[in-house]
């Protein structure tokens, strides 16, 4: 038998009934949010639970979509393994040369060129007469001794002998307030968001390279700092995406340690050829997709996962690489089907063929979509086909169920060259993340969220644009420390590469 809630004091004035209506807000406030831990624990859990079900029924990365990572060794031993070219390892004969290029040494920054001549006279007698020219440049590069530059500032006081009165000198506010430079807090962020780094290996790193010994508070505090620094580039970057005419999404696991609610969380990303947004959340459902997305109105590219849902469906691509693990699985059943599997996944495969050929200018665009028509229609009638099926084949009933009902979202990439097939390009996008999730675990504060987001864009960002990464973030950390905001901004005005130019 559940406890009656005990009946609200009804407010005696609007005072009242304001401070009643703010505590209520907060109360709110707060279910909402263990709401949505409690639901992605349950999603932890079914996931979990989800995965022992795949290993017991055989599934692997190559008909499922769980990541290759989660795969056993006797999995791995049995993927498919490319064929031999035949021919042995390394340049082959013919190749096109790559050799590095002569830099032109700059002797007021501590480059040296030494100089050496034959002798001068010839074995005949005769004297040499020297090229004005080398016939041979030879440059070595090296790494010079380094060491950490200390800026000390003193302050210092007087007294007025007139009136007694003390004065004391003020620090300049380009001065920074802590013990850590511009260059330094940028060069911690680009261990960690460019290089994959754990605070404790940063400090190690530190200690190494500059014998410089900072505590892991510190080093997190200058992180903190950094991700000031980049608050309004990341603005910019999702602002940017958000506008794109096609983007790719995807999101991966957070580990979430430290206070409020630990656990599970999901780092998202939306991406284009010029940009990256990424964002963590407590959430794997539509309100975390609908924050990442904002006001798009393009047409997303995703996998089938449901919190997509908030865009329409003459907005969404699914992802044709997904399918064709979908459809491999299905493949390699017994009976009615395995033959409608091998059907779907010859046609799946068939798809990105012609796509490549149209891409490489081997047939023209009314052939590609002559081509593309009699495909789908062999597709989908794979696909009634299997929706049709006995009580035998549930598993691939409802599948093929589930996939007619999305069939139109298999080919918005016919409306527009610019849309891709799959989903790859946000599955890269996020794997040095996933790479850094386990050498460094997961974030303990809302600080650390934001710093992971905010250098993870930047940085790839930065990358795509061909921008140097840590020469923007020195410059971002330098003007923040000294202006109190930054001036600089990443060249996002470019015009949008589309998916032929790129």
């Known amino acids: 038998m559940t406890t009656p809630l005990p009946q609200p004091i009804r407010p005696r004035t609007l005072d009242e009934a304001i401070e009643q209506n703010e505590a209520l807000w907060k109360v709110i406030e707060s279910l909402t949010t263990q709401l949505e831990q409690q639901q992605s624990l349950i999603d932890d859990l079914r996931a979990k639970a989800a995965e022992e079900e795949a290993k017991a029924k055989g599934e692997h990365s190559g008909n499922s979509s769980r990541p290759p990572s989660s795969d056993t060794a006797a999995q791995r031993g049995r993927r498919k393994k490319r064929k031999s070219s035949g021919r042995s390892q390394g340049a082959q004969k013919g190749h096109k040369k790559h050799e590095r290029a002569l830099v032109e040494p700059d002797e007021s920054q501590g480059d040296t060129v030494t100089r050496y001549f034959p002798d001068a006279k010839c074995a ?21 001794v380094v060491r950490y530059h200390l800026a000390e500032h003193q302050l210092f006081g007087g007294r007025c002998t007139g009136c007694g009165c003390r004065h004391q000198a003020e620090t300049p506010t380009d001065v920074p307030n802590g013990q850590m430079g511009p260059g330094l807090i940028a060069f911690i962020a680009l261990l960690a968001g460019e290089n994959h780094q754990s605070v404790r290996q940063i400090q190690r790193l530190l200690r190494e390279l500059w014998q410089l010994d900072f505590s892991v508070g510190a080093i997190s505090n200058s992180q903190g700092k950094a991700s000031e620094a980049l608050a309004d580039s990341y603005g910019d970057i999702g ?19 430290g206070g409020g609610y630990p656990g599970t969380w ?7 050829n010029m940009a990256s947004y990424f964002g963590v959340h407590v959430s794997r459902g539509k309100k975390a997709a609908a924050e990442l997305l904002g006001a798009f109105a393009g047409v997303l590219v995703t996998d089938d996962l449901g919190s997509y849902n908030v865009v329409p469906a003459e907005r969404r691509q699914l992802c044709w690489a997904h399918l064709i693990r979908h459809f491999t699985a299905i493949s390699e059943r017994l009976g009615k089907s395995g033959e409608i599997g091998r059907t779907l996944l010859l046609g799946a495969l068939m798809v990105i063929r012609t796509r490549h050929r149209f891409d490489a200018k081997a047939i023209d665009i009314k052939r590609y979509h002559r081509r593309m028509k009699k495909l789908r229609i062999r597709i989908r009638t794979a696909l009634e086909q299997g929706s049709r099926l006995g009580d035998g084949n549930k598993r691939t009933r409802r599948q093929c169920e589930h996939l007619l009902k999305r069939e139109p979202m298999l080919w918005t990439f016919l409306t527009d060259p610019r849309i891709d097939l799959t989903n790859n390009l946000a599955e890269r996008v996020l794997r ?71």
């Open 124 to 144: 005949c007698g005769g004297e040499v007469a020297m090229d004005n020219d080398p016939s041979v440049r030879h440059q070595v590069f090296d790494l010079p």
């Open 239 to 257: 602002a940017h995406v958000q506008q794109s005419a096609v983007a790719h999404a995807d999101e991966t696991r957070h580990p979430r340690g």
């Open 266 to 272: 999901w780092m998202w990303v939306l991406t284009t």
């Open 432 to 502: 040095p993340y996933v790479i850094w999730r386990r050498l460094a675990l997961g974030s303990h504060s809302r600080r650390g969220d934001a710093f992971r987001a905010r250098v993870l864009s930047v940085a790839t960002t930065a990358r795509q644009l061909k921008v140097p990464v840590y020469a923007f973030l020195r410059q971002a950390c330098t003007e923040q420390q000294r202006f109190g905001a930054v001036r600089t901004k990443l060249p996002l005005h470019q015009p949008q590469l589309d998916r032929q130019a790129a």
